[in-house]
């Protein structure tokens, strides 16, 4: 019985020693308390009191729970480690105080050198006869001893010993911060080693008076200062985040080292000859210098054993010593690179690493995750370790060798399909392991297929042998590629089962495949919804692009172009997460509504708060609208220049402003001034302000002729009775006999409900607007008249709505995703766009299958290449014309010729039908300087100043403000590969952008939306306000805008100088106006070319011609961009698109009353509904929001 409470005994005070959580239950059982306890011997005496402490204690309260809760807190140790070791711009401070203080202990060497000239008076201190050390013919007195005695060198001694005590302390500290488990290590150390013999010694005088005179080498210091140089480079590169060369830093430590070299050999020979010639360190200096250029004079020369020792061993160790400096400087970083090394296992468990794994490591791929990886100040610390079968190609192992990088990235030549390798990359104690696709690589087949169909034009007849053969192939690569990307995730996953995995896959038919993976990014579907939401919200990819790239809002703000200025401010923009409880943006409103939150952290602090959830990952959702209550468990997602952990909050002097009338108040400026404070912190400035529920909003002028003064109503706190249901698909009273879209005037047969047929595995159904019965497949195509009618053009089917072109190579299940967002029960049925694919190869059965249960989607063979085609296809009444990258473009002999074709024919497209939208996907973003160009166009070539400026500055996206990015009309799949990186440190990004796209649904959750800003509109004014009005209106809170500005075109005439002479002048004058008449002639080509083929075809012609003029010059003199979560008071300008996030069609909003007997004036000025307690006879009818009628504008009257 006694042995088990020792034991038990021993287990607690283990647990308690090692500091673990524990849970102890402390009991008597009712068996050891009856046991008989004669005859046993008693405890010994040092046992007696822990027995009562563990046993006698927990028996009075048998019942009684001990629960003890251990944090994961910073300890004393570990905040010293992060200053003097892991902060770059500490530890770069301590490196540099390091070297300033070896430096200075070598000049204090050298100066009591240069003022002991006497060595036959070395003795210990206070000691009055002279010792004589003879042995083997030398007296050592004078190398044992320096006189440091006298009044000029004894200052001197002073600073030594404060130098050495400093040297000792910070050294002590250093390796006990260092200190890995290995205590032989650390103490047998060169560098501990000879910081203790140039330390100790000094230290040791201050409490040994006689041993003051001992000699001390300090000018091994040199050594030392040499190792914290090095190191000092090394987190200068990282600090400053300069991308310096490799070569230049070895030739600083090339030059260090030949330098120790000289200054040991100089003070060394200069100390042992005080026992013979007695030379001076000019001498010295003299003799070292000549000897180490091979010249040798003889004029000086050693004459003790020792002194000649000492040259022959600083010769042996500069031969050994500076061929490998050399080799290193020339040799090292190409050869250490060119198979890869090994992730040691001290690291692994030292420090965070992630592992990127590849088929090829391309350039742009890898920057581009480098960047994005390490932009975030938490991963700065990291490591990434490159995996791959394939050599690195030359520019990339140049870019790895500049320090800023080669302190960081490993590359390792393996594959991760053998764990060997696996082990050599340390996959197991990772991080995280991204597995990206190489989409860009050729294809064999691919390349075959390209030329057999180059060769053979596409036609009705052949395209249907073409169809079995030269998709599959093209479509080979991505699929191929698909596989590697597979077997790779399932062997990191068999090898290291805990190490998350980032997954990147081409095609979605193949993403159930690696379901298990903790994040994975379908590049076709995110692809395809993207494209589709460009169509309906324009610029939707340029949002989305800069939404998900790390910024911090400091790009174009040099520039002379104020909407450069405007669009990369708001370009630092990012979605950030916090809890409700611990944050000082929203915690103020818990108990409020959703919608009364998202405003008034707007109007307060700038940010954007969009969505709200359980946690990072589940329970997401995109507006909940005004029914949501916050509380303190919310996880709040929210957009804004930087985080809210990043921010400084300052307090600004409140301001006095007088009240204009009794019923109405000139607004306070609410706009929230953020700047840039350091390196990602931004420093707001928040106003005093009465409390939240007073009045926020000012009467307006009437936007018509009007007596009556409209106001925006408050935003109310929480869910009242009073509010109705917005019925988001309702249909109107001139839907009775809307157009089908076929040819008949009949009534809409459409229905709301989810996809019969699944276009791959793992697809997340939505419900989508469907036809009660399916489609023959005779009549899905555009171009064929069949039995159920006789239609050739798409004029013949007179849609009410513009159509959509999608021009693709062929048919894959990713355009399914193109279509769902397009069909989504959020759209109203009025608003539906008629679909038509053009398609180069016929489609198959599956894909027709799987459309022909939507409304209003064809498909038709033929190219972007043929006129014939596009009139055909309706191109004169398309909306948008969405051109899909060709993947037979990919086989180019030439990396970026991919997308040649590509480009030539939508610069074709846009020149013969300039009033189209077009949209264009590309291989490689940098070719997108080429979409619409223009000869010799200033407003091209200043972007192209900026965007080179913007590079130098290292910024992760500086084409973006190319006009075609910032205008949403150029689009690359390789855009999206910053979702996966970002899903790194913000896990929910994959599932907000899904529900932002209309890929998934939670429910509860919002959709997106947007509206025009018209003329009626105009007298809100500023986006704040039409924050206020959506949010208290319809519940939708604004996202950002997407503005057209018109410019004067900038032509040769701009080049013309006043100063320059007046021949110079009239000659460009008379070549510009050359020119334009060239552009006229060109244009009335063009025209007559349209205009005859569209009357063979049997088309229309009156669509077609005189308006072509005007929509060119509007394109070409106009300017679009985005402006993502804008300031407040930022003006509203005629023809903005406003971004919205709408709630669900089952969340109550507020309904807008419009009679006066239902307005009540508050005592503060505001306008609120009145009481609703009049009789349902009585009661008017209250109106609703139909986003088929409009949105309501809140109009009260004084």
Request: aromatic share 10%.
């Amino acid at each position: 019985m006694y042995q088990n409470i020792r034991h038990q005994a021993h287990q607690a005070r283990v647990r308690q020693e090692l500091g673990l959580k524990r849970l102890e239950i402390n009991s008597i059982s009712a068996n050891m308390a009856d046991s008989p306890v004669t005859g046993v011997p008693p405890l010994p005496p040092r046992y007696r009191f822990r027995d009562l402490i563990l046993g006698e204690y927990a028996s009075q309260d048998e019942d009684r729970v001990q629960v003890e809760f251990y944090v994961n807190e910073n300890t004393f140790k570990e905040r010293l480690q992060i200053y003097f070791i892991k902060n770059q711009r500490s530890s770069l401070r301590i490196r540099l105080f390091n070297l300033v203080i070896k430096l200075l202990s070598c000049v204090l060497y050298v100066t009591r050198a240069c003022l002991d000239v006497d060595p036959s008076k070395a003795k210990c201190h206070d000691c009055t006869i002279t010792p004589n050390y003879t042995w083997m013919e030398i007296n050592w007195a004078p190398l044992v001893w320096v006189n440091r005695s006298s009044p000029i060198t004894r200052p001197i001694w002073g600073i030594q010993v404060v130098v050495a005590i400093i040297s000792f302390l910070e050294t002590i500290l250093i390796t006990y911060l260092s200190y890995k488990g290995s205590l032989v290590q650390s103490v047998f150390n060169i560098r501990f080693l000879l910081e203790m013999i140039n330390t100790v010694p000094f230290i040791i005088t201050i409490f040994w008076a006689p041993l003051r005179n001992l000699f001390v080498p300090v000018f091994l210091n040199c050594w030392l200062a040499k190792s914290a140089l090095t190191n000092m480079l090394n987190d200068l590169n990282r600090a400053m985040q300069r991308s310096q060369s490799a070569l230049a830093q070895q030739v600083i430590i090339l030059i260090a080292t030949l330098l120790c070299l000289v200054f040991t050999s100089i003070c060394g020979i200069q100390h042992f000859e005080r026992a013979g010639k007695n030379i001076n360190m000019f001498d010295s200096f003299w003799f070292v210098i000549v000897t180490f250029s091979t010249v040798g004079y003889g004029d000086i020369t050693p004459e003790l054993w020792v002194s000649k020792a000492m040259v022959i061993i600083m010769i042996c160790v500069a031969l050994i010593i500076l061929p490998i400096q050399f080799e290193q400087m020339a040799f090292l970083w190409m050869e250490r690179t060119k198979q890869g090394g090994s992730y040691s296992r001290q690291r692994a468990e030292s420090e965070n690493h992630v592992v990127v794994c590849a088929t090829q490591l391309q350039t742009d791929v890898i920057m581009d995750f480098l960047n994005e990886f390490y932009a975030h100040p938490k991963l700065q610390d990291y490591f990434v370790v490159l995996l791959a079968p394939s050599e690195l190609d030359n520019n990339l192992r140049r870019i790895l060798s500049v320090p800023l990088w080669a302190q960081r990235v490993m590359y390792i030549q393996g594959s991760a399909l053998k764990d060997q390798d696996l082990v050599r990359a340390k996959v197991d104690d990772a991080e995280g392991c991204f597995i990206l696709a190489s989409r860009n690589e050729a294809n064999p087949a691919a390349v075959q297929a390209s030329v057999r169909h180059s060769l053979c034009p596409v036609s009705p007849d052949f395209s249907h042998t073409l169809s079995l053969t030269v998709p599959q192939e093209r479509c080979a690569g991505r699929r191929l590629e698909d596989e590697h990307t597979i077997l790779r995730a399932w062997a990191v996953k068999d090898f290291a089962p805990n190490c998350p995995l980032y997954v990147q896959i081409l095609k979605p038919e193949n993403k159930f495949h690696v379901k298990f993976a903790e994040h994975v990014v379908c590049e076709d579907e995110f692809k395809f919804a993207l494209l589709a939401n460009n169509c309906l919200c324009p610029a939707m990819s340029t949002f989305i692009t800069l939404l998900l790239h790390t910024s911090r809002g400091q790009e174009g703000q040099e520039s002379s172009e104020e909407w450069q200025r405007i669009y990369g401010r708001c370009s630092g923009n990012e979605v950030y997460h916090i809890r409700l409880a611990d944050s000082k943006f929203f915690g103020e409103y818990e108990g409020k509504s959703f919608t009364y939150a998202s405003f008034h952290a707007h109007k307060k602090y700038g940010v954007a708060l969009v969505a709200i959830g359980k946690d990072e990952v589940t329970g997401i959702k995109l507006n909940p609208g005004p029914k949501h209550i916050m509380r303190k468990g919310d996880m709040c997602f929210y957009m804004a220049i930087t985080k809210e952990e990043n921010s400084a909050f300052i307090l600004a002097k409140k301001q006095h402003e007088k009240e204009k009338s009794k019923f109405s108040t000139q607004p306070r400026s609410t706009r929230t001034h953020s700047i840039i404070a350091g390196a990602g912190t931004v420093a707001l400035e928040l106003q005093r302000s009465r409390p939240s529920n007073a009045s926020n909003h000012a009467l307006l002028s009437p936007p018509h002729n009007s007596d009556k003064r409209p106001s925006i109503a408050d935003v109310m706190e929480t869910f009242e009775p009073e509010y109705v249901p917005i019925p988001l698909d309702e249909p109107s009273e001139d839907e009775a006999d809307q157009h089908d879209g076929r040819g008949d005037v009949a009534v809409l047969d459409y229905v709301q409900d989810y996809p019969p047929v699944q276009p791959y595995i793992g697809y997340t159904s939505m419900v989508c607007h469907l036809m009660k019965e399916k489609v023959p497949f005779c009549c899905l195509q555009l171009n064929n008249p069949c039995q159920h009618n006789n239609f050739e053009y798409a004029h013949h089917y007179k849609w009410p709505n513009k159509s959509i072109i999608v021009a693709a190579e062929y048919a894959t299940p990713g355009l399914y995703n193109f279509i769902v967002p397009l069909r989504s029960q959020c759209r109203p049925k009025r608003e539906l766009n008629p679909v038509v694919f053009l398609l180069e190869n016929l489609p198959d059965e599956r894909f027709l299958e799987a459309i022909c249960c939507f409304p209003m989607v064809y498909y038709m063979v033929g190219s972007i290449n043929n006129l014939d085609d596009l009139l055909r296809a309706g191109i004169i009444h398309a909306n948008n014309v969405v051109v899909v990258d060709k993947e037979s473009s990919k086989a180019a002999a030439e990396d970026y010729m991919a997308d040649s074709g590509t480009i030539v024919n939508v610069q074709t497209m846009f020149r013969l039908f300039p009033s189209t939208s077009i949209i264009t996907e590309l291989t490689h973003p940098a070719n997108m300087r080429f979409m619409q160009f223009r000869a010799k166009d200033c407003q091209a070539l200043n972007v192209a100043k900026l965007e080179k400026k913007e590079k130098e500055k290292g910024s992760n996206l500086a084409y973006m403000f190319r006009l075609p990015f910032a205008a949403g009309r150029v689009f690359s799949a390789s855009m999206l590969d910053t979702l996966l990186y970002q899903s790194f440190v913000k896990e929910y990004m994959i599932t907000l952008v899904r529900l932002l796209l209309g890929l998934g649904h939670t429910p509860g959750s919002g959709h997106l939306r947007s509206m025009r800003v018209t003329e009626s509109d105009l007298w809100i004014r500023t986006y704040g306000r039409l924050y206020q009005k959506q949010c208290s209106s319809s519940c939708e809170i604004p996202i950002g805008i997407y503005r057209t500005e018109r410019k004067p075109l900038v032509g040769m005439e701009a080049t013309v100088r006043p100063f320059q002479r007046r021949k110079t002048q009239r000659r460009r004058k008379d070549y510009f106006d050359e020119e334009t008449r060239s552009q006229n002639s060109e244009r009335e080509q063009l025209r007559e070319l349209v205009k005859s083929r569209v009357k063979d075809l049997g088309l229309p012609e009156e669509h077609y011609g005189n308006h072509l003029d005007d929509d060119l010059h509007n394109r070409r003199s106009s300017l679009s961009y985005v402006l993502i979560n804008p300031s407040d008071d930022t003006r509203l300008e005629l023809d903005d698109v406003i971004y919205l996030l709408r709630p669900d069609a089952s969340v109550p909003c507020a309904s807008t009353p419009t009679d006066p007997d239902e307005i009540s004036l508050q005592e503060d000025g505001s306008i609120r509904p009145a009481p609703r307690n009049r009789s349902p006879e009585n009661r008017k009818p209250q109106p609703v929001m139909d986003p088929d009628l409009g949105d309501f504008h809140l109009i009260s009257f004084v």
